[in-house]
C-alpha cells in the first residue's frame, strides 16, 4: 500500500525567505507526482506536476523535484510571500488514476 | 486545464437526511472522482465515477452510503445518505486530464458539509 508522508507538518517563515518542502513515498512504482496548494476551506489548485520520468519541473517560484528511485520529491518556493501561506498536499499516482494524498504542509509566511 | 464547479458550496444538515452534491465540469472528461477531506485530515477516495455504468467503491466506502450518478461526461453527484455527524467533511470532486491517467489532476472548491 502506497504511503505518503510530509515533513514538516508546519512552517512558518518571514517573508522573503526560500523554503523546501518535503514529500516521500513508499512505493517507487508511480505514473507521476502532483504538488497541490489548498486555502481553508476552499478546494485544491494544482501546482506541478511531474511525471515519473522526469527529474523536476519549474512554475514561476516553484521548483518542484523528483527522485523516483529514493521515493522524494521536494517542492522549493524561492522568496516567499505572505500570499503563499496555504496548505501544500503532496500526492502520488502510482496505478490506475488513483492518487494517494499527504497530510500536507501548512505554510505560514509572516510579512 | 479543466473548471469545475460544485453545489451547494456548503450545508448544514441535520442527521438521518441526506444531501446531494451537483459537480459541473466546462468540457469533457473521461475520469471523474469524489473524495473527502475530513477536518484536518488529507484527501480520501471514494469512489470513481464511471459514465454509463456503475461508480467503483473504494474501500470503506458503499454505493448505499454514497450513491453516485454520472449521466455524461460534464455532470457527476455524490448523495451523502442517512447523514451522522461523523459525515461532517468537505467534499471535492476531481477531474482526470482529457489526455488520460497521466495528466494533472484537477479539482473542484469543494462542498463543506456540517451534520448536526
Known amino acids: 500500500k502506497q504511503e505518503v508522508t510530509q515533513i514538516p507538518a508546519a512552517l512558518s517563515v518571514p517573508e522573503g525567505e526560500n523554503l523546501v518542502l518535503n514529500c516521500s513515498f513508499t512505493?517507487?512504482?508511480?505514473?507521476?507526482l502532483q504538488w497541490f496548494r489548498q486555502d481553508p476551506g476552499k478546494g485544491l489548485t494544482s501546482l506541478l506536476l511531474i511525471q515519473s520520468s522526469q527529474r523536476e519541473q519549474t512554475s514561476g517560484r516553484l521548483n518542484a523535484s523528483l527522485d523516483k528511485s529514493s521515493g522524494r520529491s521536494t517542492l522549493y518556493i524561492a522568496a516567499s510571500q505572505p500570499g503563499d501561506s496555504a496548505t501544500y498536499l503532496c500526492a502520488v499516482r502510482r496505478s490506475g488514476s488513483r492518487l494517494t494524498f499527504g497530510e500536507g504542509t501548512q505554510l505560514t509566511v509572516n510579512p | 486545464s479543466a473548471v469545475i464547479s460544485q453545489k451547494p458550496s456548503r450545508d448544514i444538515c441535520q442527521r438521518g437526511t441526506s444531501l446531494t452534491i451537483q459537480c459541473q465540469v466546462d468540457s469533457q472528461v473521461t475520469m471523474m472522482f469524489w473524495y473527502r477531506q475530513q477536518p484536518g485530515q488529507s484527501l480520501t477516495l471514494i469512489a470513481t465515477a464511471n459514465q454509463g455504468s456503475e461508480a467503483t467503491y473504494e474501500s470503506g466506502f458503499v454505493i448505499d452510503k454514497f450513491p453516485i450518478s454520472r449521466p455524461n461526461l460534464t455532470f457527476s453527484t455524490l448523495t451523502v445518505s442517512n447523514m451522522s455527524p461523523e459525515d461532517s467533511s468537505i467534499y471535492l470532486c476531481s477531474v482526470g486530464g482529457r489526455a488520460g491517467v497521466d495528466h494533472e489532476q484537477y479539482f473542484g472548491p469543494g462542498t463543506r458539509l456540517t451534520v448536526t
Open positions: 512505493d517507487s512504482a508511480i505514473y507521476n
